[in-house]
């Protein structure tokens, strides 16, 4: 049992270390739409590959949204985070919106997403954002400790409401 351990221990720091962090570029879209689709179908969404294709496209040509992607030492895409620019009337500053984050299951528990997320921290001080906001599912236990260990506060204060069409 100790030696399986050890194992994933070891297995769990070579994924890390073979791990580049860097922004998505348009020559990466094919690749990050099949994670994209298994991000969807996790949140219970259709499997909708070539619309993934075509929404990943649009947001990185219009520059409507920044993502950054963790790429193995195989050129393999295994996690991403996507932000989208937002502002604040109060702060008059910017804000970030980290919308998305996803990494492949094969790769989960390797501090990838810890990873990821000082990418986005680092890209929000180069970007002079005053905050950098998120929302996840009071039941996401996975994420509310991810974040938690990630400096981020959670907001206790106010209601978040949804209006749709």
């Not at 739409?33 to 949140?43: A, G, K, M, T």
């Amino acid at each position: 049992m100790a030696s399986e351990y050890s194992r994933r221990k070891v297995l769990s720091a070579y994924k890390i270390t073979c791990m580049i962090i860097r922004k998505c570029i348009e020559e990466d879209i094919v690749q990050l739409s099949l994670l994209f689709d298994q991000y969807r179908v996790f949140y219970k969404k259709n499997s909708d590959i070539e619309g993934a294709t075509f929404f990943l496209r649009t947001l990185i040509l219009y520059n409507a949204s920044t993502i950054f992607i963790a790429v193995n030492s195989s050129n393999i895409i295994t996690g991403f985070v996507q932000l989208y620019p937002l502002y604040s009337s109060t702060r008059m500053k910017p804000l970030l919106l980290l919308n998305d984050l996803f990494v492949s299951p094969d790769y989960r528990g390797t501090g990838i997403s810890k990873l990821l997320i000082e990418a986005v921290k680092k890209h929000c001080v180069e970007v002079s954002s005053c905050a950098l906001i998120l929302e996840t599912a009071k039941n996401n236990i996975a994420a509310n400790s991810l974040y938690k260990s990630t400096s981020f506060l959670l907001d206790e204060e106010h209601n978040y409401y949804e209006w749709a069409p």
